[in-house]
């Protein structure tokens, strides 16, 4: 039987696997990428606690061990890590094979579009708790990055990019989960559009989780380099 541990091993170990190659010496980002996985995981995992104690979703006993953590099976925390890995990685390896930021044009208009789309939705199925919620941490997000972050020329057309990018995995993950079904979602609390057996609503939740964690990411990036620099002009001045 395909279990919840054999998904997420698929989605971690490739990109785990590469991230030690020369080209993409993706290792010397670790000292990035762990603190954000966690930053973010700690605001999923409690999302997660609530979504299963509210019944928005459960998750089907045949395909997991039974292991529990904060009510949420082992399983479920590993692929908050493995997504978040494999997203960053990809986000990462577009600065190395397409030198071209296509999308860096685009993404304030791409994120107001989003933003107004995902309010709109937030509207009309606020009643509707998965909907309602992914809709509005998606527009708040978006929104900050646009008037307070001020990040679109800086990483978020490669952000698109990634997203678009990461889509392939991240469909055919949530089409296994759904399609056996690992993961149940109460039909009362979405809108009930879907793609194939997916909600929709998956897609603005991977976005939210995504970009989420692009943030964090790129933040303690500046930060480090920021230190570094400062180092070295002290180096340099002594």
């Not at 990428?33 to 299963?52: C, E, G, R």
């Not at 990483?155 to 759904?178: A, E, H, Q």
Request: positive net charge; proline residues 3%; charged residues 15%.
């Amino acid at each position: 039987m395909l279990s919840y541990w054999f998904i997420d091993l698929i989605l971690l170990l490739p990109c785990l696997a590469f991230s030690f190659h020369k080209k993409i010496a993706f290792t010397s980002k670790w000292k990035f990428l762990f603190p954000s996985i966690i930053v973010v995981y700690l605001f999923m995992l409690v999302w997660d606690h609530f979504f299963i104690e509210w019944g928005v979703w459960h998750f089907n006993s045949e395909y997991i061990t039974g292991v529990f953590f904060y009510s949420i099976p082992i399983e479920e925390h590993l692929f908050f890590v493995s997504i978040l890995f494999a997203s960053v990685f990809v986000y990462e390896c577009t600065y190395i094979f397409i030198k071209r930021d296509y999308l860096a044009h685009y993404s304030i208009g791409i994120s107001i579009t989003l933003s107004i789309l995902f309010g709109w939705m937030f509207y009309l199925y606020y009643t509707k708790l998965y909907t309602g919620i992914t809709c509005a941490c998606a527009a708040f997000l978006l929104i900050q990055h646009k008037f307070v972050f001020r990040s679109h020329w800086r990483y978020m057309g490669r952000f698109y990019m990634s997203y678009l990018l990461m889509l392939v995995p991240v469909l055919i993950t949530y089409w296994v989960l759904t399609s056996l079904p690992i993961v149940m979602y109460n039909e009362k609390e979405r809108m009930g559009l879907q793609i194939k057996s997916i909600p929709v609503e998956n897609l603005m939740y991977f976005l939210f989780q995504f970009l989420f964690a692009i943030t964090v990411y790129e933040f303690f990036k500046k930060k480090f380099t920021k230190k570094i620099s400062v180092s070295a002009e002290d180096i340099a001045t002594n």
